[in-house]
């Protein structure tokens, strides 16, 4: 009997000034695919709390200034309390999972305000209320939210990922456990139990699913921590908007053989220097990805081979500089816009010519206004190709989005989704695939040689969970 179809979706959207407007702007997401059947939505790192892009904080070998301390201290505010506490870096773990973490009590808390004459009972016991919002939008939407978010314990900040379950509400927590480059000035490093999958089941299909957040998929043990569990569903939400990364992806899904969701911030440069407040580049992405801090270039034009492969076509240097941590294109053209590209049978993007900006092409695909009423949110919908959009040299981006949908054999099944803020692209899949993908291809079983190399990790157990 054939398994149902579970609806994975994913969008690029940016956060935005404060907590409260980011968390509706993830209601209003979920919302939305909700309306179009989605399962499953992933949204990016660092989402919730802002990815501070080009910001140094003051720090140099030896020497730190008294106005990065104030940016980090803007940015710890900006962070969201979940309740948890720091523990070994796994944090409270189950317990803090089934809120059984000792501190101060909804009735404890309703108590001291009745003596003092208050008439409001706390709607929560621990932290600032974002997971309550958060499993709040999963219930009422019936979508499944994985969300990556800055989260403060003690006075730390981890880099971390949610599982939201709209029945159960979370029912699970990452921790990034090594952030990169400069992101270590900022954020601790998480406990490798974190890394513990978990599992649901939609309209009667069992879904075992991890999250590896960013450059924690260029670590190849990490990944094999993952499949070790016998996840069908890989989630990687990030801040590499490189063109390198969807290779990966494909590499991810063809070794682990499993769909893979990722999903990158799409940031547009403010349209003049400020400081804001919300983590200074308000949620831009990505650690120094080519080399140069805050870096912003545009997509280069490129050619595909016979064999499918694209080679980047030679780009004149342009000079860019900072602003409060943001980068600006010192010349005043227009930076260079993505062209329009289709992919064929095999998963190969193909770049269109430059003349055909304006045309659609099949690299995502994105909602359409059904044109009957009584059709939304039903499986059969009707979907565009996304459109490739323009930016002016005045609201250049600083990170292009990417997000995407790949098979269990690396087939690339929605996006990558560049420079699109708003659209959400989806994919419906067969998790069966990733059991026939395991005929000739099963990194922690049959292809692993288990007798010959050992592997675990500390506080993991990687024993692996049934598909059924």
């Not at 892009?53 to 720090?59: A, Q």
């Not at 490093?189 to 924690?216: D, F, H, Y």
Request: hydrophobic content about 35%.
């Amino acid at each position: 009997m054939p398994t149902a179809k579970i609806r994975l979706a994913t969008a690029s959207p940016g956060t935005q000034a404060t907590t409260r407007e980011t968390l509706a702007q993830l209601g209003q997401t979920a919302r939305r695919a909700a309306a179009r059947g989605a399962d499953v939505l992933l949204l990016p790192e660092a989402y919730l709390g802002g990815y501070p892009r080009g910001l140094d904080f003051g720090c140099k070998v030896g020497s730190r200034t008294a106005a990065g301390r104030d940016d980090y201290l803007r940015y710890f505010r900006a962070a969201v309390d979940l309740g948890d506490t720091v523990g070994d870096g796994a944090g409270g773990g189950d317990a803090w999972i089934r809120r059984q973490l000792g501190g101060v009590t909804a009735s404890a808390a309703a108590a001291a305000d009745a003596s003092s004459g208050a008439t409001t009972t706390p709607a929560v016991s621990r932290g600032d209320g974002t997971r309550e919002e958060v499993e709040r939008i999963a219930r009422e939407t019936g979508v499944f939210i994985v969300v990556g978010l800055v989260e403060k314990a003690g006075g730390s900040l981890y880099c971390s990922v949610i599982y939201v379950c709209p029945n159960l509400g979370v029912i699970g927590k990452r921790r990034k456990v090594q952030p990169t480059g400069t992101e270590r000035l900022i954020w601790a490093q998480g406990s490798p139990a974190t890394l513990k999958a978990v599992s649901t089941t939609i309209r009667g299909v069992r879904i075992n699913l991890a999250a590896a957040i960013c450059w924690e998929n260029y670590m190849p043990l990490l990944r094999q921590s993952l499949y070790a569990q016998n996840i069908n569903l890989y989630l990687a939400p990030t801040a590499d908007g490189r063109d390198a990364w969807l290779p990966l992806m494909r590499t991810v899904a063809l070794e682990g053989r499993c769909f893979v969701v990722s999903s990158n911030m799409c940031v547009r440069e403010a349209p003049k220097a400020h400081d804001h407040e919300h983590g200074a580049a308000n949620g831009g992405s990505h650690h120094e990805v080519d080399g140069h801090q805050g870096a912003a270039a545009g997509r280069r034009n490129s050619c595909i081979t016979e064999d499918g492969f694209e080679i980047a076509l030679p780009a004149s240097p342009s000079a860019t500089t900072t602003v409060f941590g943001r980068p600006r294109l010192a010349s005043k053209g227009a930076s260079r816009q993505r062209r329009s590209s289709v992919f064929d049978e095999d998963g190969n993007e193909i770049a269109l010519p430059n003349g055909d900006h304006g045309t659609t092409s099949t690299s995502a695909i994105v909602e359409e206004e059904d044109e009957q009423e009584g059709q939304k949110g039903q499986k059969g919908h009707v979907v565009v190709p996304v459109k490739t959009q323009s930016c002016s040299s005045s609201n250049a981006f600083l990170s292009r989005g990417g997000s995407s949908i790949i098979s269990p054999f690396g087939d690339v099944l929605a996006g990558p989704q560049w420079e699109d803020e708003d659209g959400i692209i989806y994919a419906d899949a067969d998790f069966d695939d990733c059991i026939r993908g395991r005929l000739d291809l099963d990194a922690a079983g049959s292809y692993s040689r288990n007798d010959s190399f050992k592997f675990s990790v500390a506080g993991l157990d990687l024993d692996p969970l049934p598909y059924y």
